[in-house]
């Protein structure tokens, strides 16, 4: 593996309005970071959980139409790399090359280039056609030919950013994929547009600002019921929009200016009949009470009034960190507990089996982080009989045979799902490969022994 450098990434700061109506305006953001209504859905969300039993992690995001996405998890590993090589150098040409080409022949060519970046690292390949490559997806993104061509070349830039990340090219691919987002009458075209205006912020150079700007956006869709884009009550848009806030909030320092406006437009999505809406408003929310708090200062004096706590499993531990409340992210918490006990026992025919699962699993979780923040994703207070000690949260992703990547923050699980909307089933191979990926969720845990928290 590349450098496995260890960043303190985990996450801000946004100046963000709640939008009333379409016609609110985008919200001016101030810069403190670090370097780094409700949704009546007339369409059924495709946006599945990613948690399993037991806390293994499958992919269950999805980006647009479910024949697109069918496409792009064709299998490359028959590919030999001289082969694989010569179809991305043949796809770049056509794609470049766009005066006798036609939409699907286009699509073809966008498609694959997307399918071939994704399965595999190419960096040097695609390092000397870089700038004409992104020019052309902007055409095709200008144009909007056709949904199909349109979603390819969004899926396109995105994966060429996170392949060959930019430190200038976010200034000139904002204003298209924001005019795409308001502009396009089509739902599907309008959520990765979203996707990929998240992906281009924060792998395409943007400044501190310009990400807080852009949570700012995205919580004008969410707060307006996508009325702020032309897509009212459209689920696959707030969803979109909730995912994207989350995974941009994680790599700003803290949110106390910003929690007020965004706790209200989320807990007022918790009302929403989207599951997919309820379920990112909540893991939102639990981003924001997590990160209210932080590790105690060496040289800092913490009162005995109860704004300070560990994890209940390392109490015990000498020299345990201590995380402080730096704010109250709520003032209605007492109202949130009751919601979210609510959806995490929700019992209806109106939701499917699965719906409903995936329901009570991640509220379940979510109202046990809001009640005590120190406590990420799937968090279990079963007793190790080996370690005499909590096992903790149990989300953990499998890297091969051995190495173990353990979800116990939410905005790790914010960052892996960010990742994974746009890596798909490449996922495991950028995160070896390509350093860009792991230093987006830095940590590998390596274990021989992992059963323990992987099963039940």
Known sequence: ???????????GKTVSKKAQSKQSSRASSRANSAPNSRVHSRNASRHGSDEEEGGNLSDGTAWSVNSIDEVLAQEDSEQTPEQWTAELADRMGQIIDRKRSSVQGREESLASYVRILTAHYAKDEIRSKAAELVTAFLKSIKAASSENETIFALKALAMTLITMPSETIYESVSLPIKRTISDSGSVATKAAAIHTLSTSTIYGGASEDEILENMAYFLEIVSSDGNFVEAADEGDVVT????????????????EDESTDAMEAFVEQLESSDPSVQVAAGENIALIYEKSYTPQEEDE????????????????????????????????????????????????????????????????????????????????????????????SRMVVRIHQNGVMRIDKWWKLHRLKGLRRVLQGGFIGHYEKNEVVFESLPYVEISLVVEEFIDG
Do not use: C
């Open 301 to 392: 004096d913490i009162s005995d009034d109860g704004e300070a706590m560990s994890d209940p499993e390392d109490d015990s531990a000498p020299g345990a960190t201590k995380l402080v409340k730096r704010y109250t992210p709520y003032r209605r918490t007492d109202q949130l507990l009751h919601t979210l006990a609510s959806l995490a026992s929700l019992s209806t025919r109106r939701l499917s089996k699965k719906d409903k699962k995936s329901l009570h699993s991640n509220f379940t979780d979510i109202l046990n982080s809001v009640e005590n923040p120190t406590r990420g994703p799937r968090y279990q207070n079963a007793v190790s009989h080996e370690t005499g000690k909590r096992y903790g």
């Open 1 to 11: 593996m590349h450098d496995l450098r260890r960043q303190a990434l985990e996450s």
């Open 240 to 255: 979109a929009a909730l995912e994207e806030w989350g995974f941009l909030a994680t790599y700003t320092e803290d949110l």
